[in-house]
């Protein structure tokens, strides 16, 4: 009997143990899972933020001032605009003014 009270004394342990290693083990993933989902949340709010910025900037009025005043750039008018023909033969006569604007 007493051997049998031993070996169960000892399995006992044994799973005492593995008891205590897999509750360890279970809150440390779920450490690491709260950090993971705590790290989505503020990859999630940064893209967000990001996408609205990326709209902001793509507003076509920002572009425009953007090319005004960085770039010196005017929008284009009949009065500016000159208009490249071909001859027949595939050559290029010379630019012809736009109507009614100088060239």
């Given at each position: 009997m007493t051997r049998v009270?031993?070996?169960l004394v000892?399995?006992?342990?044994?799973?005492?143990l593995l008891l205590v290693s897999t509750q360890y083990q279970?809150?440390?993933?779920?450490?690491?899972l709260e950090a993971a989902q705590d790290t989505t949340r503020k990859l999630e709010v940064e893209w967000s933020q990001l996408q609205l910025e990326q709209a902001s900037l793509s507003k076509h009025a920002l572009i425009d001032a953007a090319a005004r005043r960085e770039l010196?750039?005017?929008?284009?008018s009949?009065?500016?605009t000159e208009y490249i023909t071909l001859a027949p033969r595939g050559t290029m006569t010379a630019?012809?003014?736009?109507?009614?604007?100088?060239?």
């Open positions: 009270n031993a070996f000892a399995v006992l342990v044994i799973c005492a279970a809150r440390r993933l779920h450490v690491d010196d750039m005017l929008p284009a009949p009065a500016r630019p012809a003014s736009a109507p009614g604007g100088a060239p």
